[in-house]
């Protein structure tokens, strides 16, 4: 029967969305050590628009935007993506990355909006 | 979704949206680029103009307007700056462009060595960049706006091509059942020319199967009326030989009448052909062959004890005289048949505008909604094998009355007739306009 | 402010319009009415404004992960509901010939596909334009572009879907259960990246960087991005979950391959009859 089948395959998706959950539990344990950087988003800009994080460690970057209007974070070279609502913070976790430096952005006002992290 | 004309019109739209958004936007990079490197050359300008008048003059502030802010750094110390630049240095000392944020802007910044100085000049970035994109944002405009009108004339277009292809559909869906003319074909487009010239030879093909159906009908039945008289003076012969009263012969003879009748009204059905009988019409008085009818015919209704009226005054309509009898005599005949005993007939002309109408009215059992389309059917009869009137009859007379109609392009209506019960044929002939008149 | 919001309406209107043009192919060749478009359009557009007036508190949720979780169950269960879809046609003998019943049930899956992919590109398009509302500078600007990026993402959905629509029999069917298979591990590998960002899932290294040869930002990059899922730094956990998608589409779409041994009589068309 279809429904068999349906069964199955929602039973091995629904397989998939524990394992994650689970992993999620036993990260989220390692949170407390993680370094924090926190960043204001004033005006379209960024403060500090530029700023370093050690090399191969994961970073929680925590995000406060003072604006009335929304913004997205976003960056190729990071992989993220997130928008913020106005006068709201947000998390994002990036990292471990290699030495280098990474351009991030805002993509709603892109020509003001931006900076870049140092990773040594 | 199937549709052809919402294909070519949306495909088209859509590459031409393509397109023309793509291009707009390289043109709108291209020019922001060069507004952009426009700005830069202006600012260098600004900043070697400003090494060579600089004075020094190291405590005042001077006041610039809010898009442009400077710095004049001796190594590590200040020497000058505008009352909107930070005591921070606002660019690197290296010489060259760059990006840097205060007074909370973001700002275009150029360092520039001169004298053991560093000049450092900064213009708004959001204001350079917003003047840039409202120059450019003008140009896009036109575009923008001529879109919706490109998809207006694409979708006319579309439209009018393909008209020719509506035309025939609508020509195609509004013949009737037997028109089998051919096609209007007055300068067809190249693509429609082979459907049409296939249609049309398909319908010749079909128009010459019917004709041949017909003919075969009627022969068929034209040979078969002389075998029919022959049979009816042998059986005569036989029942005066027999001189009796003997039922069996009765029965034969009531079946061969039936027999020519059937005969006669298939011959009545498929003798006329339109063509031929437009060119034999002559004026005639509706009333008057009414009434010479239903003369001939008052035996019959008064068997059935039934009472017949004619109403009207002299009706002149287009028409030849055999046909019309036949419609009024089949007309005059359902309505006998079907009304009991002691029943009510009116037959009644008038004019109403410009139709002259001949109703026939009973006050028979009358003709249920849904049969009222079947009833001009051939073989048709109200009930079929379980037809319940008991009286002779082949279905064919009303197919005929429908069939005569036709011939003078008039219409056949069934409704209520004006006694409590039964049924009202109405047929509806076109009067004749005086200058038709005229020339007959 | 014209490119950027080219670009970003371009984006969330893409990967919608893509995703409607293939399953408007599907259903053109089931000869099916396509008011389940209207219906998962109408309903995603709804359901995004609420999410979007309310996003403030939904980031909240979980400890500031809310808008990441919230996404990656919106892409898990497009990406499950791709299985089922392809699942029901592997099922009916013939599409043209496909019931009523099959066509129904065709139907309900597209409406909430359509509906999440809706409410996930809607939100995102709602609040960025709700910031440029009061700002007269500017939403002339926003306005224009968003028409542009707007109208070169549904011209692009309109092409794949008449070119899909016009491909012959033979190709049809296996183009567009490529494309969804596709379409499907983009948005499980997405939604694996949405939890990564808010540490759900360890990051790992990027198995490789393609950026240099084509970068995502590119329109080329863009358009695979949105009809491929084309990543130029992917993790080892995007690619697998990719991987796994895709596998599971085409598995579902020979789905007599996977039931002949056991039901030699009712391998396929259970649906359909």
Known sequence: MIFSKLKQVLSAALGMVIAILVSTLATSATQASTPVVEIDIKDHLFFPAEFTIPANTKVKLLIHNLDPTPEEFESYELNREKVITGNSRAVIFIGPLQPGTYPFFGEFYPKTAQGKILVK | MNSIRLFLVTTILALVTLFVFVSALRGYQSSMLQAEQLFDSQLQVTAKLMANVHSANPDTSIKLNDKLAFQVWHDKKLMARSANAPTDPIALQQPGFGYHNFAGYRWRTISYFSDNNWIMLAERSDIRFSLAENVVTKSLLPTLIGLPVLGLLIWLIVSGGMRPLRNLAKELSGKQADDLRPLSTVLPKQELAQIITSTNGLLQRLESSLQREKQFASDAAHELRTPISSLKIQLHNMAQELASQDSSVNQITQTANQLEHVVEQILALYRSSPDHYNAQFSPLDLTAVAQDIIAEEYSSFERKDQTIELQGDGQIILGERFSLETLIHNLLSNANKYTPEGGQILVSVSREGNAILLRVEDSGPGIAEDQTQRIFQRFYRVGGDRHQSGEPGCGLGLAIVKRVAELYHATVDVGPSVFSSGCAFTLRFHAPSPSQLEQL | ?273
């Open chain 3, 1 to 273: 402010m014209l490119l950027n919001s080219v670009i970003l309406i371009l984006q969330e209107t893409l990967e919608a319009a893509l995703l409607i043009g293939v399953l408007l192919a599907i259903n053109a060749r089931m000869h099916n009415s396509h008011g389940w478009l209207w219906r998962g359009l109408g309903l995603g557009t709804v359901i995004a404004f609420v999410t979007a007036v309310n996003m403030g508190s939904i980031s909240s949720w979980f400890d500031y992960a809310g808008q990441e979780v919230l996404n990656a169950v919106m892409q898990s269960l497009i990406c499950l509901l791709i299985v089922v879809t392809v699942w029901l046609i592997a099922g009916m003998k013939q599409l043209p010939h496909s019931t009523q019943q099959a066509r129904n049930r065709f139907g309900q899956f597209c409406t909430v596909i359509i509906m999440l992919a809706v409410i996930r590109e809607g939100q995102e398009i709602m609040l960025y334009l709700s910031g440029f509302l009061g700002n007269s500078e500017h939403i002339q600007k926003v306005f224009i572009g968003s028409i542009i990026g707007f109208g070169i993402g549904a011209s692009t959905g309109i092409l794949l879907f008449y070119s899909l629509a016009g491909l012959p029999q033979k190709w049809s069917g296996p183009v567009t259960i490529t494309l969804l298979a596709l379409f499907a591990g983009t948005m499980l590998s997405q939604s694996v990246l949405q939890l990564t960002q808010v540490d759900w899932i360890e990051q790992s290294a990027p198995l490789w960087d393609s950026s240099a040869i084509l970068a995502e930002n590119s329109l080329i990059g863009e358009l695979l991005y949105a009809l491929i899922g084309y990543e130029s730094k992917p993790t080892a956990a995007q690619v697998l979950s990719y991987a796994a998608a895709t596998c599971l589409v085409l598995l579902a779409a020979n789905r007599h391959l996977l039931t002949a041994n056991r039901q030699p009589d009712q391998n396929s068309g259970e649906i359909a009859q």
